[in-house]
């Protein structure tokens, strides 16, 4: 049995519990930034408003504070939206963490100093000097883990070896883990794919929406090769297994529905999805300024055009 400390009530950070609770771990959870989710973490029945379903009864929830890092962790999960890896870079290094972290967060920072794009790992250990890090991606819905459907997801470290071990804390019969050591690919896999739903999510039909499948693949293919991942990682869980899931639903390919039916970013967000939050729309707009002026446009065509299609807010003009 381990300890783990998740941070993070969101979705996934909640889901996420299930399967480490299931393998008979001490699960601790804690919520350093919603009040919506704190009331449902600390709520007697802890039924999630996002998951909508009742946590585990084992499941402790602790406030986020500096007490809390005074217990001794075997793991400790970052669950967070991309927004809040700066915020938790900057805790864990107050209270100088050596416990060995997982990170589960999707997406890209870009540095506007040095105009350089870098992954979540490399940022925390750079900015925030923290050491031993892990990721976890892959496709896996947070409400399908939540209901112990099965799920396939990757874990990677340089070292394979923490990957596996990690692997062993936390994987169930419905949670099934495979492991890597080519971090960077991953890492820019899972992160540009949502920026890819979005964009086969405007195909209008199953034909349109295949054609923009298989040029999203050739499109992540170079993207994560220019950011030195390997090319196994496309084709991998972190890849085409993510992208599929993303594109056939959630918020982003839905997002892609309607930029696809001709409205604007701005217009579909206000009318349609007003309370959603879109990852790949934060994503465009955060690497928008290194994609747009270091990455060739013809090798990219269809991301150089979604990126503009949002920073401009103007109506999406792909080929299908
Ligand atoms: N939902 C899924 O199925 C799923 C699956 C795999 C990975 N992920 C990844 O996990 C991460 C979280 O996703 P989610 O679905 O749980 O999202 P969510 O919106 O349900 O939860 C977001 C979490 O981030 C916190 N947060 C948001 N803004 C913050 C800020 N500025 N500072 C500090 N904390 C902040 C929230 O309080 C909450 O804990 C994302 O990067 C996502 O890509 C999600």
Partial sequence: MKKILVIGGGAMG???TVP?????????????????????????????????????????????????????????????????????????KKYKIKTPILVLTKGL??????????????K?????????????????????????????VIIANRNIDIAKEIGKIISTKYYLTEFSNDIVGIEVCSAIKNIYAMIIGAGQSF????????????????????????????????????????????????????LGKGFTFKTAKKKFMPNDTVEGEQLAREIAPFILKKVNKNKVPMMINLLRTIINNKKLKIKV
């Fill in 207 to 258: 034909n349109a929406s295949s054609n923009l499948f298989q040029k999203s693949v050739i499109e992540m293919k170079y993207l994560t090769k220019f950011f030195k991942g390997k090319d196994e990682t496309i084709l991998g869980l972190a890849g085409v297994g993510d992208l599929f899931v993303s594109a056939a639903g959630g918020r982003n390919s839905k997002m892609g529905s309607y």
């Fill in 14 to 16: 909640s889901a996420f």
């Fill in 124 to 152: 925390l250990k750079k900015d925030y000097k923290l050491k031993n890090i892990s990721i976890l991606k892959g496709p896996c819905l947070a409400k399908e883990l939540a209901r112990k459907n099965q799920t396939n």
């Fill in 109 to 122: 920072k870009y540095e506007k100093k040095s105009k350089k794009i870098f992954t979540i790992s490399e």
């Fill in 20 to 92: 480490c609770l299931d393998n008979g771990n001490s699960v601790t959870i804690t919520e350093p930034y919603s009040k919506r989710f704190i009331k449902n973490l600390s709520s007697k029945n802890k039924f999630h408003s996002a998951l909508k379903i009742n946590l585990p009864k084992k499941l402790k929830f602790k406030i986020f504070s500096n007490v809390l890092f005074n217990e001794k962790f075997d793991l400790i999960v970052i669950a967070l939206s991309l927004s809040g890896i700066d915020f938790i870079g900057k805790e864990l």
